[in-house]
């Protein structure tokens, strides 16, 4: 039967053979149909070829590059001729990799120990790459730098985990293409030929592993997400094979964060040294905290470590640190983070005994990166450091973004910070650890600084707050509701009349409720029984708004308000407390303490604290590895204001005390903040009053006029902290 060409068919075929000439062929072939079918759009064949992917500009420089190869094989796929062997050493001296005093004392390593040459070099803090392409050429083998080839999770959706593995092939990613190493297997053709046949998918290729690469190295460079060397400067890698030097010589079979910190030591001009020395923390000191915790062992030169549990949660935390600051390398600095945040690994705890804080490093590192004169990249991993600059040697990669509006570097490091209070609760201050406390300061003075240049961050999804009080309040529940608003959030009030708490409905059943309802709650209430009760059965984090025994959230703006006005918390600051020692003054006890600053108290016989608050206190300050704080209580107010720097005061009669008006009137008088106790103070004294204010009781009119301003600072910054707890809490 005779078969004509459709007027479809007729266009592909012209098509083709303008390909044909195109490409200054003398024959049409089934490229050029392929081509003209891909051309004739309207054709059912050319709808599906671009439906499935097909582009005339890829296809047609596919074509071009196959018929430039005689071979029928693309260029890049070709093998390179066998090398003339040459010397390992030699090699890398050559190269510039390496010293011959390196080399020599690698070979003199490998005849005490018998071990593999490359993998004492490796250990001797040369760089994994160089070493092998050393290796290769000593073997005459075409060298594969397997760092180049990034591991792909997404592959195994084509090519299912059990089948790679049984095929001893891992899926990685090159240049947008699936390829798959295989390891030890030279057999490519065949472990392709296998991949197809049980997976019944397109293998794009696979790239066999040259015999200088054993199984384990090329593991290690494929598929290892611990460490990306084309990221880490100079003085980054050099850290890393510190440590892996470092733990071979304590005889070590993994590599520790104490390791990592060793590392960091050896580099004593690097970011992260020059940042702890400009704290007041010298190598020495950690070296001497550290030198307990390192036990000496059989030198094991030569073999193979891999990094502990705390060691991989470290150098995670090191790319999340480097991440947040927007820098697209890392250095010694992120390192130094990461090992802070690792808490439960040797480092973190020598780290924290000597005084290094979280977020009194982490500002350090962005104000040097934000006051760094020099905006150019920093040089390329491999090139030599300037001296001059704070900056590493940084790898190759693309050009660094833009430094990110404050708004947006105040929100990567709320998301750093969440960590600490995710999902958390703020019941007491007993909870909160000192990061925690320092955590929400440092975020509530970047908000308030935004807020006053009416910058704001919000919600990434709406958030709602109940406002659950059963005492009402001016501050508490304006600075709350403004708060959410400010972050595109929702606050609900609900009074006392609204639910009845243990009443007409128990506080189990109401934490339960809300829980489905909304994203966190505020509790305001009279016994910290209710606020502990909520807490324990909801699902959301619960905030003590206030309760008869504690009022942490006031306790931060107070913090904030004396570090606006003295600068950095700590042992040089003393605040003296005078008055009733109630629920405000059991939360400063616990704050100040956690910060290290020094209270005193002066409380009358039978209205002192409780006894728990003093004794936590006097404990953090007093601790070994403790802030350092002096927590003293006394019943003289001149010997509690003597030589303070900040004075403090509350209400005598609290709410729900109505009753002891009068009793309590006649006890306290003494105690009343004027102008005749402050002169007891510093000269630079300030007065700080949680509000509402009684007027020539607790406070004389005098001295409420005259340090109104900061009064109303403290007011506030209400405000201000519970903005950062809430976004600490929920995200952003």
Not at 451 to 474: C, D, G, I, R, V
């Amino acid at each position: 039967m005779d078969m004509q060409l459709t007027p479809s068919g007729k266009q592909a075929v012209d098509f083709a053979v303008e390909e044909a000439a195109a490409l200054s062929n003398g024959y049409v072939g089934t490229e050029h149909l392929l081509l003209g079918l891909i051309r004739e759009e309207e054709g059912l064949a050319g709808r599906v070829l671009i439906e499935l992917g097909a582009d005339l500009d890829l296809v047609r420089e596919a074509v071009k590059s196959l018929q430039d190869n005689d071979s029928g094989e693309e260029q890049s796929e070709k093998v390179p001729p066998k090398a003339e062997p040459k010397d390992l050493g030699d090699y890398l001296v050559e190269k510039g990799y390496a010293s011959a005093q390196e080399v020599e004392d690698a070979k003199k390593a490998q005849q005490t120990t018998k071990g593999d040459l490359t993998k004492i070099l490796v250990d001797l803090g040369l760089n994994p790459t160089h070493v092998y392409e050393a290796k290769a050429a000593e073997l005459g083998q075409p060298f594969v730098d397997l760092t180049v080839y990034k591991p792909d999770q997404s592959a195994l959706n084509v090519v299912p985990e059990h089948v790679a593995k049984r095929h001893n092939v891992l899926p990685v990613k090159k240049d947008g293409n699936i390829l798959y190493v295989a390891m030890g297997d030279t057999n490519n053709l065949q472990a392709a030929d296998d991949l197809r046949l049980v997976s019944r998918c397109t293998v794009r290729g696979v790239l066999a592993v040259p015999d200088h690469i054993d199984d384990a190295i090329a593991r290690y460079y494929a598929t290892d997400s611990i460490i990306n060397w084309k990221r880490f400067t100079i003085r980054g890698q050099r850290t890393i094979f510190s440590a892996q030097q470092e733990a071979g010589r304590l005889g070590e079979l993994q590599v520790s964060t104490e390791h990592l910190l060793l590392g960091l030591l050896r580099e004593k001009d690097c970011v992260a040294m020059r940042i702890l020395n400009r704290m007041g923390i010298t190598g020495e000191q950690i070296q001497a905290e550290l030198d307990p915790h390192l036990v000496q062992g059989e030198v094991r030169a030569g073999q193979k470590r891999e990094f502990s549990p705390s060691a991989k949660r470290a150098i995670d935390h090191t790319y999340a640190e480097a991440r947040a600051l927007n820098n697209n390398y890392i250095a010694t600095e992120h390192i130094l983070l990461g090992l802070i945040r690792d808490e439960e690994g040797v480092a973190g705890r020598v780290l924290a005994q000597v005084g290094v804080d979280l977020h009194r490093t982490r500002r350090a590192i962005i104000d040097l990166q934000d006051n760094d004169s020099g905006t150019a990249s920093p040089p390329a991993a491999g090139q030599p450091e300037t001296t001059t600059s704070d900056h590493e040697g940084q790898p190759e990669a693309d050009p660094a973004p833009a430094s990110p509006d404050p708004a947006q570097k105040l929100k990567n490091e709320i998301q750093l910070d969440a960590a600490h209070w995710c999902g958390r609760s703020l019941v007491s201050l007993f909870d909160m650890t000192p990061e925690q406390v320092m955590a929400v300061l440092n975020v509530a003075a970047r908000l308030k600084a935004l807020k006053q240049q009416n910058q704001f961050l919000y919600f990434a999804h709406p958030k709602t707050m109940a406002l659950l009080f059963e005492k009402p309040s001016l501050r508490t529940r304006v600075s709350f509701e403004t708060g959410m608003a400010d972050m595109a959030g929702h606050a609900i009030y609900l009074a006392p009349a609204d639910i009845g708490l243990g009443v007409r409905e128990t506080v189990a059943d109401v934490a339960g409720g809300l829980s489905r309802w909304v994203d966190v709650i505020a509790a305001r209430t009279f016994k910290h029984e209710t606020v502990e009760e909520l807490a324990a059965n909801a699902t959301i984090p619960v905030i003590n708004a206030l309760s008869d025994r504690e009022h942490p959230i006031q306790a931060f703006a107070d913090l904030l308000t004396i570090m606006e006005a003295k600068g950095d918390l700590g042992n040089h600051l003393k605040l003296a407390y005078i008055g009733d020692g109630n629920n405000v003054l059991h939360a400063l006890l616990l704050a100040c303490a956690k910060v290290g600053v020094n209270l005193t108290a002066a409380c009358p016989t039978g209205y002192e604290p409780a006894e728990e608050y003093v004794a936590e206190a006097q404990r953090i300050g007093s601790e070994e590895s403790g802030t350092g704080a002096r927590i003293e209580l006394v019943t003289d107010p001149i010997e509690a204001v003597k030589d303070a720097d900040v004075v403090y005061t509350d209400v005598w009669t609290s709410m729900g005390q109505e009753e002891e008006t009068a009793e309590r009137l006649k006890i306290f008088a003494p105690y009343q903040i004027n102008s005749t106790l402050l002169a007891h103070a510093k000269s630079d004294v300030i007065v700080l009053h949680c509000l509402p204010a009684h007027r020539e009781e607790e406070i004389s009119t005098e001295v409420m006029d005259a340090y109104k301003t900061i009064i109303q600072d403290q007011a506030e910054n209400r405000l201000h902290t519970q903005k950062a707890l809430v976004a600490l809490m929920l995200g952003l």
